[in-house]
């Protein structure tokens, strides 16, 4: 059945260390989200992307992370360094622009930065 | 800008109705969504309105009202399985652009 496939589910690095969580959208799916989850400010969207291209990144800090789209079946979400203060839960979510807008979310990633 | 309000805790019994308010500001409306999420898990699809009124689906209800900047979402029959975040969405100056509420934690109790 079709859903929003993320790996890894959990990661435990070390502050510095370069993260990268990938993201396999709905086949047929034009649009791609990122999320990050916390305890504290909920979902927050870090990256907005339609048909490939970066549509909005303004919620993301730019000087750590980056988002991108090699391809119409993968989205990579990358952070380098990383810092305690990442440790989240991020969700990929992919949806139909045209449609609805409803988006399906992948399982998400469990990142702890120690 | 956005801005979505929802409470933040909610309480109710099992086999009880609850109603779970949303205000919101958006700039280009292009409907409301409510998503529900359990602990650990992703948030899941449970509703959709662009016009107003109430869109019944089994057991959950949702209503809108676009002059007000008003949604709630309607839970009837509680069970226990039902206690979870629900959180409203609505996407960003009339874009596909989803952003959510703080959502509201709902718990069913016995």
């Known amino acids: 059945d079709a859903r929003v496939t993320q790996t890894p589910r959990h990661k435990v690095t070390e502050m510095g260390q370069e993260v990268t969580m990938r993201c396999q959208p709905i086949l047929g799916h034009n649009t791609v989200f990122w999320y990050r989850q916390t305890m504290m400010q909920g979902l927050e969207l870090l990256a907005y992307f339609r048909n490939r291209a970066p549509l909005d990144d303004s919620g993301m800090p730019k000087d750590r992370f980056s988002a991108e789209m090699p391809d119409a079946t993968l989205a990579t979400l990358k952070i380098q360094p990383s810092e305690p203060r990442d440790s989240a839960v991020y969700f990929c979510?992919?949806?139909?622009?045209?449609?609805?807008?409803?988006?399906?979310f992948g399982q998400g990633t469990r990142l702890t930065v120690v | 800008g956005q801005n979505i309000d929802q409470p933040t805790e909610m309480t109710a019994t099992e086999g009880a109705i609850v109603q779970i308010n949303c205000t919101y500001q958006?700039?280009?409306?292009?409907?409301l969504f409510w998503y529900q999420q359990h602990a650990g898990e992703a948030p899941t699809f449970l509703s959709y309105?662009?016009?107003?009124g109430l869109e019944e689906k089994g057991r959950f209800s949702s209503f809108l009202s676009r002059s007000k900047g008003y949604s709630y979402l309607l839970l009837k029959e509680l069970q226990m399985k039902d206690s979870a975040s629900y959180l409203c969405?609505?996407?960003?100056?009339?874009?596909?652009?989803?952003?959510f509420g703080s959502g509201t934690r709902l718990l069913v109790r016995p």
């Open positions: 309105n662009v016009l107003d």
């Open positions: 979510a992919s949806g139909l622009a045209g449609g609805s807008g409803e988006a399906f």
């Open positions: 958006t700039s280009g409306f292009n409907g």
């Open positions: 969405a609505v996407p960003a100056g009339g874009s596909y652009k989803l952003i």
